[in-house]
């Protein structure tokens, strides 16, 4: 929370905003977005059973991980070694926060699952090129 207040604080403080507008007015539009959109954010999560910390700590810790994961797959493609485990613990990573909302979630509709379902799947697909892209750089870099 801290780190959205400082760029939120960032916001308000640029010189382009106080240039254009009133300091007071744009800061009680953007507390009141601000005020809005966490409402918005935690009762989601109220509303469907899902902790919206835990969802986006898992979201965001995943994010190195899943770096970590493919710098392993390219590792072990460059030594010719087996590449199932790096490629299972990259696809866990890279779905372990829709893994807590599939399984903690209650009551969510139907076009969540598809809007995830749809946006893991092109995801898989940009991974999977970009992996791909990278271990045909290795191969010629040799």
């Keep these: 929370m801290?780190?959205?207040?400082?760029?939120y604080q960032g916001f308000?403080?640029?010189e382009w905003i106080a240039h254009s507008f009133p300091l007071s007015v744009v800061q009680r539009v953007m507390e009141g977005l601000w005020d809005r959109a966490v409402f918005w954010f935690f009762t989601l999560?109220?509303?469907?059973?899902?902790?919206?910390?835990?969802?986006?700590?898992?979201y965001l810790g995943a994010i190195p991980l899943f770096?970590?994961?493919?710098?392993?797959?390219?590792?072990?493609?460059?030594?010719?070694?087996?590449?199932a485990f790096p490629m299972i613990s990259a696809g866990l990573w890279f779905i372990s926060s829709y893994l807590y909302l599939f399984i903690e979630g209650e009551n969510i509709?139907?076009?969540i699952y598809a809007v995830v379902t749809a946006l893991l799947?092109?995801?898989?697909?940009?991974?999977y090129r970009n992996i791909q892209s990278k271990l045909k750089q290795s191969e010629?870099?040799?």
């Design 109 to 111: 509709p139907w076009w």
């Design 121 to 127: 799947g092109y995801a898989s697909f940009a991974s």
């Design 140 to 142: 010629t870099s040799r």
């Design 67 to 83: 770096a970590l994961s493919v710098a392993w797959l390219i590792k072990a493609k460059r030594s010719q070694k087996s590449l």
């Design 45 to 58: 999560g109220d509303q469907h059973g899902v902790d919206p910390i835990v969802f986006g700590s898992i």
């Design 2 to 7: 801290a780190l959205l207040e400082t760029i």
């Design 12 to 14: 308000l403080n640029s």
